[in-house]
């Protein structure tokens, strides 16, 4: 049973908009720290958005406030404003019980570690020129 399933993705023109979503099932998303990544073929996944359970936000540096990430008591949210042909990639979802990691006594935020608890299967962007 999927976990997270994205939803949104489509084809649209330079400058164009979409808005991505995830719907969480077996658990309740606002008691993790969820996150949208991104993939094009041949590199490897690049973090684009995340939200802590606390609210706490971070972007990638590349979104350059052209994404906006919210979250309901539903679902998980993307909004892509302003594409640009390298926009086009696999959008993926995930989700962790905290954006933390504790070594040695300490504990600090990490916003886009590769290690995730759940993740959906993710939904096509294309953006053409």
């Known amino acids: 049973q999927d976990q997270l399933v994205e939803s949104g993705g489509g084809s649209v023109q330079a400058g164009g908009s979409l808005r991505l979503s995830c719907a969480a099932s077996?658990?309740?998303?606002?008691?993790?720290?969820m996150s949208w990544f991104r993939q094009v073929p041949g590199k490897g996944r690049e973090g684009v958005a995340a939200?802590?359970?606390?609210?706490r936000i971070v972007y990638g540096d590349f979104v350059k406030g052209r994404f906006t990430i919210s979250k309901d008591n539903a679902a998980l949210y993307l909004a892509l404003n302003m594409l640009k042909p390298e926009d086009t990639a696999m959008y993926y979802c995930a989700a962790k019980r905290a954006c933390r990691e504790c070594t040695g006594g300490s504990c600090y935020t990490v916003w886009f570690s590769p290690q995730w608890d759940f993740w959906g299967l993710g939904t096509q962007v294309t953006v053409s020129s």
């Open positions: 939200i802590e359970s606390d609210g």
């Open positions: 077996a658990f309740t998303l606002n008691n993790y720290c």
